[in-house]
């Protein structure tokens, strides 16, 4: 596209589907940009004014469709897409999740709930193993008049989920690396069961490690539910992960997250893991709730006491997703 072509199509175009197409706007959006950028236009000194200007109106429109505000929050386009919601960067560590339907209002209210819940009856020390909640309100979206329930989180860098270490090690991990993720995890438990919250979801995607410094955060609470009430929904293609009382729809209790944990740590392991450590694994996800440990607090103290008998004192062992 030459620069006299777009200026033409910029200065005739009275909307967004004028000016970009409908099929491939960014493709559109590329060639104008490419036709009209001042470093690839003539000596005229009448068309270059009139292609910056053309260049400046094409930019600005396109920034405009792609950019949203939403209270004090400036979004671009998601950089990452979860179950049910969107997330943004919105600059400061920090994401804004946006579920994609206001069916899920209830599901984002769940997870600003246990959060709030966490930090107000939580250990100080372990806050920094789950999400911290900057704020919450309801957006009303100016032309469909749709609410959605938006909830800002703090975050930090450096976070691998364990979809990706899974696919960084296919033969599976040394028990010993799998070990320092496990005891992270039911810590994390223990602090939301004291507070009396079950995540409802430990599945790989929601378990996020920083490798470097052997940090973990388990993300996602929005099908958290109090202890003892059932678990709202299930993650869509995820239904074996689940015990049966969730599936059966019926009360869920520690033991529930414990169970979901246990299979996302097992899932994790070479086939030359300690056949201890499989026993204790097995304990853990016994069909029966009732039968299940109900304390993650007390299974971490009988994890340590495993692990001293089957490696020793405790040693930093260096993990890093690149076999």
Same mark, same amino acid.
């Given at each position: 596209?030459?620069?006299?072509?777009?200026?033409?199509?910029?200065?005739?175009?009275?909307?967004?589907?004028?000016?970009?197409?409908?099929?491939?706007?960014?493709?559109?959006?590329?060639?104008?940009?490419?036709?009209?950028?001042?470093?690839?236009?003539?000596?005229?000194?009448?068309?270059?004014?009139?292609?910056?200007?053309?260049?400046?109106?094409?930019?600005?429109?396109?920034?405009?469709?792609?950019?949203?505000?939403?209270?004090?929050?400036?979004?671009?386009?998601?950089?990452?897409?979860?179950?049910?919601?969107?997330?943004?960067?919105?600059?400061?560590?920090?994401?804004?999740?946006?579920?994609?339907?206001?069916?899920?209002?209830?599901?984002?209210?769940?997870?600003?709930?246990?959060?709030?819940?966490?930090?107000?009856?939580?250990?100080?020390?372990?806050?920094?193993?789950?999400? #911290?909640?900057?704020?919450?309100?309801?957006?009303?979206?100016?032309?469909?008049?749709?609410?959605?329930?938006?909830?800002?989180?703090?975050?930090?860098?450096?976070?691998?989920?364990?979809?990706?270490?899974?696919?960084?090690?296919?033969?599976?991990?040394?028990?010993?690396?799998?070990?320092?993720?496990?005891?992270?995890?039911?810590?994390?438990?223990?602090?939301?069961?004291?507070?009396?919250?079950?995540?409802?979801?430990?599945?790989?995607?929601?378990?996020?490690?920083?490798?470097?410094?052997?940090?973990?955060?388990?993300?996602?609470?929005?099908?958290?539910?109090?202890?003892?009430?059932?678990?709202?929904?299930?993650?869509?293609?995820?239904?074996?992960?689940?015990?049966?009382?969730?599936?059966?729809?019926?009360?869920?209790?520690?033991?529930?997250?414990?169970?979901?944990?246990?299979?996302?740590?097992?899932?994790?392991?070479?086939?030359?893991?300690?056949?201890?450590?499989?026993?204790?694994?097995?304990?853990?996800?016994?069909?029966?709730?009732?039968?299940?440990?109900?304390?993650?607090? #007390?299974?971490? #103290?009988?994890?340590?006491?495993?692990?001293?008998?089957?490696?020793?004192?405790?040693?930093?062992?260096?993990?890093?997703?690149?076999?």
């Amino acid at each position: 596209m030459r620069a006299a072509e777009a200026i033409r199509l910029v200065v005739a175009a009275r909307t967004d589907a004028d000016l970009f197409g409908a099929d491939q706007p960014a493709r559109r959006y590329r060639e104008l940009v490419a036709a009209l950028h001042p470093d690839r236009l003539p000596a005229d000194p009448g068309v270059r004014a009139e292609a910056l200007d053309a260049f400046i109106h094409v930019t600005t429109r396109w920034q405009a469709r792609h950019v949203t505000i939403l209270g004090d929050y400036r979004l671009g386009a998601p950089v990452h897409s979860g179950d049910l919601a969107d997330l943004y960067d919105v600059g400061d560590d920090r994401l804004l999740k946006l579920p994609r339907q206001p069916t899920d209002n209830d599901l984002m209210a769940r997870e600003a709930h246990a959060l709030r819940t966490i930090a107000e009856r939580g250990d100080p020390r372990y806050l920094p193993y789950v999400p #911290r909640l900057v704020d919450d309100f309801p957006h009303r979206d100016a032309t469909t008049g749709a609410e959605r329930r938006v909830n800002v989180l703090a975050t930090a860098p450096g976070l691998h989920d364990l979809d990706e270490v899974r696919r960084a090690y296919p033969d599976g991990l040394d028990a010993r690396d799998v070990a320092w993720m496990w005891r992270r995890l039911l810590v994390v438990l223990g602090l939301a069961h004291r507070a009396g919250i079950v995540h409802g979801a430990v599945l790989p995607q929601h378990v996020l490690i920083e490798p470097d410094a052997h940090g973990l955060v388990l993300v996602d609470w929005c099908f958290s539910t109090p202890v003892g009430s059932t678990i709202p929904a299930l993650v869509p293609s995820y239904e074996e992960w689940y015990p049966q009382e969730v599936t059966a729809k019926r009360p869920c209790g520690p033991g529930t997250d414990i169970w979901m944990a246990t299979r996302c740590m097992t899932s994790l392991l070479n086939r030359h893991a300690p056949r201890e450590l499989l026993n204790f694994a097995q304990g853990c996800r016994q069909r029966l709730l009732k039968n299940r440990p109900d304390d993650a607090w #007390r299974l971490l #103290r009988e994890f340590d006491q495993l692990l001293g008998r089957l490696y020793g004192p405790r040693t930093f062992r260096p993990f890093t997703l690149t076999p």
